[in-house]
């Protein structure tokens, strides 16, 4: 989806049913029908999420998607029609429906997709595909068609063939879409009839060939080994006789929730089709087919607890843990329980008897209250992400700061960006790809592309280009002590990072380093090494993503052996000032330590001295007032030592 930076109304959340069904609807319509949105994907889902909170039942919600009735491409006429399925929902039925035919019954499952005509032409080209639409007429998809990878651009025909089967989005790709679509179907019906092909492909569909038209084969089963032959995926298939036919339904029950795709039923077919003509059809079905329906949609059980779960938009929606209870043939242990205001209204409380629905889609949702229970419910008091306090806003519990934790994502993102030297990224671009979803933490700025970012308005490719290339430029090689003080661990900054670094030289050493180590390092006492340490810890995760996403941080050299002839050291470039007097050694022997390792004893405060070394019976005179003004660093004799001694260690 193209992103884009926020427009809603400061008053927004004013608005009554009615206004905010048509800003749905208007949005909805610029989004899919029209491709150019105006409002960023986390305003839409707000002002959905706020729709459902006032009107759970508006019809604008089941109309989500693209407008049914705006064509995508030209009618087509079907050379024969696709007619519908009789259902059945006993064995006796199935029975008395399969007595009237000879020979044996291909059985398969009946996807919940979109029925499709595909057409091939003489040489083999994929010419045309179509919806089922009223039957006799449906609509041209056949840009869509050809981006499902297991649709055939060519058939080795030399005559017309068509393939009929049901596009599908396999439940994986449900998952893995945040979409505001309640269920795979609508999803694969919605991309079907979107105008951009890409993002159509973007989608993941399927296709599943069920019968294969004109090409003269005399069975289904032929017809599933031809279209097999092509390329196609025919949709699972099992040969049977009569007395196997509700069997074969009972594994379909036991087995639906371990398919990919969603079935609501069963088709059972005549294996010959000299009997499917025989038999012929109604204007509605072939009496040669029958659909034996799958039930169960709807089950009782108890909730036992509710957790929260945030969307991007940092709106919390609880989640009702229930006792397993078995839906449409899946087990169920989590239901959805809407939002705090359905909560409120239902008199939910823990304990509760509920009847949980899962129909056409895949999640379950609470429909009613049976009984009541007897634990009441609240809702959390504070984001755990940002520890923001959490708010009522009518019937939906948000963040509370008016960015939410976004903001504070901002905030890591650009310390991280500064402190390594990303350059180009200001808050309002790193506000834009936060609530694009792009950017969630430090790591997301090295798998940035190209061809993410030029979608947002005032990005060019040059400047795509350009930011990309800026991360990559500082992915690599990071100085040890850039990268601790780029996570943004409170009481790490840079002065400690490289007291860090100096003293452990590589970040598995600095990771695996205890509160004990840190606190014999100088300036780590007062600065609380706990605290450090506990930072550290619960950066695990960040540093793990940012090594995942090909950053590289240094290991600082081993520190140069004493070298009293004034060669390189670990002090090289530094210089200190010693001030009063110093109690463990002679400022004598000080100045030789320094030396030793490199560094230079200075006689005077200026802004190019390193270290003013206050001794412990030293007043706090004019040398230490201009040291302040000068910026430079002041240690006492015993964050010397440390220093020396950390310095100085293997
Ligand atoms: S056989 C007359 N087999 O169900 C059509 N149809 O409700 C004979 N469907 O529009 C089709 N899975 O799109 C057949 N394994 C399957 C199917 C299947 C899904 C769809 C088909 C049809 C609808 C009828």
């Given at each position: 989806m193209t992103q884009l930076s926020m427009f809603l109304p400061a008053d927004w959340l004013d608005w009554d049913a009615a206004r905010l069904?048509?800003?749905?609807?208007?949005?909805?319509?610029?989004?899919?029908?029209?491709?150019?949105?105006?409002?960023?994907?986390?305003?839409?889902?707000?002002?959905?999420?706020?729709?459902?909170?006032?009107?759970?039942?508006?019809?604008?919600?089941?109309?989500?998607?693209?407008?049914?009735?705006?064509?995508?491409g030209e009618p087509v006429t079907h050379r024969q029609a696709m007619l519908s399925l009789e259902k059945c929902y006993d064995e006796k039925t199935l029975l008395d429906w399969a007595a009237k035919f000879e020979g044996d019954v291909v059985m398969t499952p009946k996807v919940d997709g979109c029925a499709c005509s595909i057409?091939?032409?003489?040489?083999?080209?994929?010419?045309?595909?179509?919806?089922?639409?009223?039957?006799?007429?449906?609509?041209?998809?056949?840009?869509?068609?050809?981006?499902?990878?297991?649709?055939?651009?060519?058939?080795?025909?030399?005559?017309?063939?068509?393939?009929?089967?049901e596009v599908y989005l396999p439940l994986s790709a449900f998952a893995k879409l945040a979409g505001e679509f309640a269920n795979p179907r609508n999803t694969a019906a919605g991309a079907l009839k979107q105008k951009d092909p890409a993002k159509s492909a973007a989608v993941g569909l399927r296709f599943m060939a069920y019968?294969?038209?004109?090409?003269?084969?005399?069975?289904?089963?032929?017809?599933?080994?031809?279209?097999?032959?092509?390329?196609?995926?025919?949709?699972?298939?099992?040969?049977?006789d009569r007395a196997g036919m509700q069997a074969g339904y009972e594994s379909y029950v036991a087995r639906r929730q371990q398919l990919d795709y969603e079935i609501d039923g069963v088709v059972f077919r005549a294996n010959r089709v000299d009997e499917q003509v025989r038999l012929g059809a109604t204007s509605h079905h072939p009496r040669g087919a029958i659909a034996y329906k799958l039930q169960g949609e709807s089950g009782l059980t108890i909730l036992r607890d509710?957790?929260?779960?945030?969307?991007?938009?940092?709106?919390?929606?609880?989640?009702?843990?229930?006792?397993?209870?078995?839906?449409?043939?899946?087990?169920?242990t989590r239901i959805s329980l809407h939002n705090w205001g359905m909560v409120r209204s239902k008199g939910l409380s823990i304990g509760a008897e509920c009847v949980a629905v899962r129909r056409g889609g895949v999640i379950p949702y609470l429909e009613s209250v049976s009984v009541p229970g007897e634990t009441p419910i609240d809702y959390p008091k504070t984001c755990p992400t940002g520890g923001f306090p959490l708010r009522e806003e009518g019937d939906i519990i948000v963040c509370s700061c008016a960015t939410g934790c976004a903001g504070a994502i901002v905030g890591v993102l650009s310390h991280y960006a500064n402190a390594v030297g990303i350059e180009g990224f200001g808050d309002i671009w790193l506000q834009t790809l936060v609530d694009a979803g792009l950017l969630t933490q430090p790591a997301d700025f090295y798998r940035l592309r190209p061809e993410d970012l030029i979608t947002f308005d005032r990005m060019g490719e040059t400047l795509a280009a350009k930011l990309v290339e800026n991360c990559a430029t500082h992915q690599t090689d990071l100085p040890l002590a850039v990268f601790l003080a780029a996570l943004g661990v409170p009481g790490l900054g840079r002065t400690a990072s490289q007291t860090?670094?100096?003293?452990?030289?590589?970040?598995?050493?600095?990771?695996?380093?205890?509160?004990?180590?840190l606190l014999g390092l100088p300036k780590f006492a007062e600065l609380s090494a706990e605290k450090i340490a506990a930072g550290l810890a619960a950066q695990a995760h960040t540093i793990d993503a940012l090594l995942a996403a090909g950053v590289t941080v240094a290991t600082e050299p081993?520190?140069?052996?004493?070298?009293?002839?004034?060669?390189?050291?670990?002090f090289t470039g530094k210089s200190f000032l010693f001030?009063?007097?110093?109690?463990?050694?002679?400022r004598e022997a000080a100045q030789a330590r320094v030396e030793a390792l490199g560094g230079k004893a200075a006689s005077g405060v200026s802004k190019a001295l390193s270290y003013l070394v206050v001794g412990s019976e030293g007043k706090a005179g004019s040398k230490l007032q201009k040291a302040q003004e000068a910026g430079v660093t002041v240690l006492t004799e015993a964050e010397f030592i440390a220093l020396l001694d950390a310095t100085a260690a293997p």
């Open positions: 069904e048509f800003e749905v609807r208007k949005h909805n319509r610029l989004y899919w029908d029209e491709n150019r949105p105006v409002i960023s994907d986390p305003e839409f889902d707000r002002l959905v999420e706020r729709l459902r909170s006032i009107n759970p039942h508006s019809p604008v919600l089941d109309a989500l998607g693209p407008d049914p009735a705006a064509r995508v057409r091939y032409g003489a040489d083999g080209r994929l010419e045309v595909a179509a919806t089922r639409g009223s039957g006799t007429v449906g609509e041209d998809i056949t840009a869509n068609v050809k981006r499902i990878p297991n649709v055939p651009a060519r058939l080795p025909v030399t005559a017309p063939v068509e393939i009929r089967g019968d294969v038209v004109g090409a003269g084969l005399e069975t289904e089963v032929e017809k599933f080994a031809q279209a097999a032959a092509w390329g196609f995926e025919p949709v699972e298939h099992a040969l049977l509710v957790e929260w779960s945030v969307s991007r938009s940092r709106i919390f929606t609880p989640v009702g843990i229930v006792d397993p209870v078995s839906l449409s043939g899946a087990t169920v860090l670094a100096r003293h452990f030289r590589s970040l598995e050493r600095v990771r695996a380093a205890t509160p004990a180590e081993e520190p140069a052996a004493t070298d009293a002839a004034g060669g390189p050291g670990p001030t009063g007097t110093l109690a463990a050694m002679t």
